[in-house]
């Protein structure tokens, strides 16, 4: 094992994150998450001076991670990207463990004390953070999720009625709109529970995010005149959308992508199936199948 290359990855992987948690805790106006951030950066630095004095040089920072990080901030923020730095750490400690045994006495107790730090003290620094974006998410997830199940289900019904794409499109942003406007107001009465919410940005939030989606959902159709390759894309911008805003919500809540994933698509799916099939029986009943009004 080429226990030098451990060293220096390790290094120049804490010497990454000192730098980025200090970018961080710079762009920070809370005091609260400041201090919280700094005090990750200098523990990130001693680990870092740690792997440096065993390698015995400098071990550069990866480039590419100290620019993107931060700017990453800047449109999810802080606790998602220091959530996401910190996912990868029971690799690192792994890795620790596994290096342990080949350690000096004199630099084993060392070694402990920064696995202790990666598995316990870090996680404590994060769960200090608090930041006010986060506590809107489920109004942003009840109104994202909630229009690709459901316009999705809308254009599938009229894949199964008429081949206008332009018809399917309109449709699709007067319901979008509508349930957008229906959704905000449920929102507003449940955040009215909850003191610690503002109700306008509760209301805002559920039904921007909703009409949002019912946009996205919605332009192929008025961008493609086969019916079927329209519904085709618009299914695949709801599994992108849905896709991001589960990796978003199991990066910050610790939770399982590939689960809720699959529940969210599957659902999304599953109403598409029914509302086509619906759409078909509709559409002979009425002998508007091949119409293209």
Not at 1 to 26: C, F, N, P, S, W
Not at 240 to 269: I, Q
Not at 285 to 291: E, I, K, N
Request: hydrophobic residues 45%.
């Amino acid at each position: 094992m080429d226990t030098k290359g451990l060293y220096r990855a390790q290094g120049r992987k804490e010497h990454t994150e000192h730098i980025v948690y200090a970018a961080l805790a710079r762009k920070e106006k809370k005091p609260e998450n400041k201090a919280s951030l700094e005090k990750l950066s200098a523990q990130e630095k001693s680990h870092y001076e740690f792997w440096k004095s065993l390698v015995g040089e400098e071990l550069p920072p990866h480039r590419f991670a100290v620019f993107w990080i931060p700017l990453l901030r800047s449109v999810l923020g802080v606790t998602f990207v220091t959530k996401l730095l910190e996912s990868h750490e029971k690799n690192s400690i792994a890795t620790y463990e596994r290096i342990l045994p080949m350690m000096p006495d004199s630099q084993r107790e060392r070694l402990k004390e920064i696995i202790e730090d990666e598995r316990s003290h870090e996680r404590a620094l994060l769960g200090e953070l608090k930041e006010k974006r986060i506590s809107y998410i489920g109004f942003i997830a009840l109104g994202l999720a909630d229009a690709i199940v459901e316009i999705t289900g809308v254009h599938a019904g009229f894949l199964g009625v008429t081949g206008s794409t332009l018809i399917a499109g309109i449709s699709g942003i007067i319901v979008g709109f509508s349930a957008a406007i229906s959704m905000g107001s449920a929102a507003y009465i449940q955040a009215k529970q909850d003191p610690e919410k503002s109700v306008i940005v509760s209301a805002l939030t559920t039904g921007f995010s909703y009409f949002f989606s019912v946009v996205l959902l919605a332009l192929p159709y008025f961008l493609i005149r086969s019916m079927m390759t329209a519904f085709v894309l618009s299914v695949v911008v709801g599994i992108a959308l849905l896709a991001a805003f589960t990796f978003y919500g199991a990066v910050v809540f610790e939770k399982k992508f590939l689960r809720d994933f699959g529940e969210s698509a599957g659902l999304m799916l599953f109403t598409a199936v029914a509302t086509y099939i619906l759409g078909i029986v509709v559409g002979d009943t009425f002998h508007l199948g091949a119409s293209n009004f």
